[in-house]
Each structure stands twice: as structure tokens, then as C-alpha cells.
């Protein structure tokens, strides 16, 4: 959970808002593996993060310099980025459990 994730979540909280929802650790723990590859000659980072029910999302990050890569910024960003689409996922498999109440 980010920083940002932790200061959202705790003002949730604050406010009372408790119908149902997603929350930073609900999301986390969908994911069940990661694998990231650097394609060779290039700043390209895909990160592919495997949910429990075996659906991958991948994510990407590139340097626009050569010379700002750095693998672990890379591979933290595009997981970010891979990570962020379960939100949309998880939210739209929420909506729908709700609509059927």
C-alpha cells in the first residue's frame, strides 16, 4: 500500500464510509505471482502480475533516456502500472455482485 493509498484509506475510515467497497489490501491480495522481463537493448519493463484466479495483468514502464534506467525503478513502476488495472477489475466484479442484490 502507498502512502497515498494509506492517507485515502484512513480518511475513508475517518468519514465512516462503510458500504462496500475495495480496499489497498482487498487489492493486494488478489495477486498471487509476478514476473517482470526487460526486453534487451531497450528500457522497456513489463511487469505481469498472475491474480488468484490464474487472469494475468501486465503493466509497463520505459525510461525515455537510456541513461536514467534503472531495473528496480522499472520493475517498481510497472508493477504500479499493472496493479492499478485491478482496480478497475476488481470494481466492475464488485458493481456487478452489488447489482444482483
Same mark, same amino acid.
Given at each position: 500500500m502507498s502512502k497515498d493509498e494509506a492517507q485515502i484509506e484512513a480518511e475513508i475510515q475517518s468519514k465512516g464510509l462503510n458500504a462496500p467497497r475495495l480496499n489497498p489490501q482487498m487489492i493486494d491480495e488478489t495477486?498471487?505471482?509476478?514476473?517482470?522481463?526487460?526486453?534487451?537493448g531497450t528500457t522497456l519493463t513489463v511487469a !505481469?502480475?498472475?491474480l488468484r484466479n490464474g487472469y494475468?495483468?501486465?503493466?509497463e514502464s520505459a525510461a525515455a533516456s537510456p541513461e536514467n534506467f534503472d531495473k528496480e525503478i522499472g520493475r517498481k513502476i510497472a508493477r504500479e502500472n !499493472?496493479?492499478?488495472?485491478i482496480w478497475g477489475l476488481e470494481g466492475y466484479l464488485l458493481r456487478e455482485k452489488l447489482s444482483q442484490v
Open positions: 495477486i498471487a505471482s509476478e514476473q517482470y522481463h526487460v526486453f534487451p !505481469a502480475l498472475t494475468i495483468v501486465t503493466g !499493472a496493479r492499478n488495472k
